[in-house]
C-alpha cells in the first residue's frame, strides 16, 4: 500500500508533487554521500517512516498524516535549541526538569526564533507557493495567531483549528508527537548537520503529504493544518 502511495505522489498535482528533488545524474555522488547536509533525503525517510506508522487497516488518514508532519517539524524545532543549549552554544536552560510533563508554553527568545522560522523559509517557504497556487489567502492569519496567541503566556497548549470540524485529523497533534518523536529523532541524529535542515526536510515531506492527498484534502486545508500543527507543539514541554 505505502509503495503505490508514493508511486501516486509523483503523478498527482503535477510538478509540485516532486518538490523533493534528488540530484540528476546518479552517478555523481549527492551531497549526503559527499558528508553534506541533504534535505531531499533526509525528507523522504521522513516521510517513509510516517507513513509506515500511520497507515492501518484504512489505509492513511490524510489530515491526520500532514499534522504529523506539522508536529514533527513544531517539535524539531525545540530539539534543534536543546542541542544548542547541550553543545553550550546558549547560556540559559528554559527546559523543563526531567521526569517534569509539563504541556504549556515556554517563552524564550530562542524557541520563539525557531517558531517564526516555521512561517519562514525553513518550513513555510516550501508550502506557501503551492498553498498560494490553490487560492490560499490564510497565511496572514497564521502570523497573526502567532503574535496573538502562541506566543502568550496564557496560551493554548493544542491548535486553535479554524477549518471545517470534517479536516480535522483523527489523531491530536500531541499524540502523533508522542507516537513519532523517538523513531524521528532516530533519523535526525544520524542525518548529517540535522540541526539546519530538520525544518527544510520535514517541509518537502509535508508537501509530499498534501500533494499526495490533494484530491480528498485542499492544499489550502492541509497548509493550515500543518502551520497552526507546528506552530503549536513548537511550544510544548514533554519533559523528555
Sequence with gaps: MIA????????????A?????????ANRPGPAEAGHADP????????????TSLDGPRGIHP???????????????????????????LDDDFRTPAGVRRPGVTVSAHV??????????????????????????????????????????DAPAYPDYTVDARHLPQIPPQALLLMLWENTLT???????????????????????????ARKVPLAVSGQLALETAIAMSKLEHGF
Design 4 to 15: 503505490s502511495q508514493n508511486a501516486r505522489a509523483a503523478t498527482i498535482a503535477g510538478p
Design 17 to 25: 508533487a516532486n518538490a523533493p528533488r534528488f540530484p540528476a545524474n
Design 40 to 51: 531531499a533525503r533526509l525528507s523522504a525517510q521522513l516521510f517513509q517512516l510516517v507513513s
Design 63 to 89: 489530515q491526520s498524516f500532514v499534522c504529523a508532519f506539522g508536529a514533527l517539524a513544531g517539535y524539531a524545532a525545540r530539539w534543534i535549541v536543546h542541542r544548542s543549549i547541550e553543545a553550550g552554544d
Design 112 to 153: 520563539d526564533r525557531h517558531v517564526h522560522d516555521l512561517t519562514g523559509p525553513s518550513y513555510a517557504a516550501a508550502l506557501v507557493p503551492d498553498m498560494i497556487a490553490a487560492g490560499a489567502d490564510w497565511l496572514p492569519q497564521i502570523n497573526a495567531m502567532i503574535q496573538h496567541n502562541f506566543m502568550a503566556i
Design 187 to 213: 533519523c535526525l541524529r544520524s542525518a548529517p548537520e540535522a540541526e539546519t535542515t530538520a525544518q527544510q526536510a520535514l517541509a518537502l515531506a509535508t508537501v509530499k503529504a498534501a500533494n499526495l492527498y
